[in-house]
């Protein structure tokens, strides 16, 4: 099983990025994935799910409002759109798959991790 993650940068607040994360080696359709973030000195953190066919999502309150999850299930890819970019969102970003239909966010009870991809927003 493998996450690639990509799409990472640095910008300007109030600017935008969008995050892909390709997946292979899985039935992508089983799986809920998750985006999470850490920063500098930070316990790894939820920031968005999504279900196995889309229809259900989860945000945290610091990024809701301005990040979208979707997903792609035949191109086995779960996206994230970031607008309104604040230097807070600044982190490196993972995306995880959990096999199953429950949408959860504890970063322990997902089975697959990507390698990350940094995000730098600066004021």
């Known amino acids: 099983v493998q996450l690639q993650a990509s799409g990472g940068g640095s910008v300007q607040a109030g600017g935008s990025l969008r995050l892909s994360c390709a997946a292979s080696g899985l039935t992508f359709s089983s799986y809920v994935m998750g985006w999470f973030r850490q920063a500098p000195g930070k316990e790894r953190e939820v920031v968005a799910v999504?279900?196995?066919?889309?229809?259900?999502?989860f945000y945290a309150d610091s990024v809701k409002g301005r990040f979208t999850i979707s997903r792609d299930n035949a191109k086995n890819t779960v996206y994230l759109q970031m607008d309104s970019l604040k230097p807070e969102d600044t982190a490196v970003y993972y995306c995880?798959?959990?096999?199953?239909?429950?949408?959860?966010?504890?970063?322990?009870?997902?089975?697959?991790w990507g390698q990350g991809t940094q995000v730098t927003v600066s004021s």
């Open positions: 999504i279900s196995w066919n889309g229809g259900t999502t």
């Open positions: 995880a798959g959990r096999l199953g239909r429950l949408v959860v966010t504890a970063a322990a009870q997902y089975n697959y």
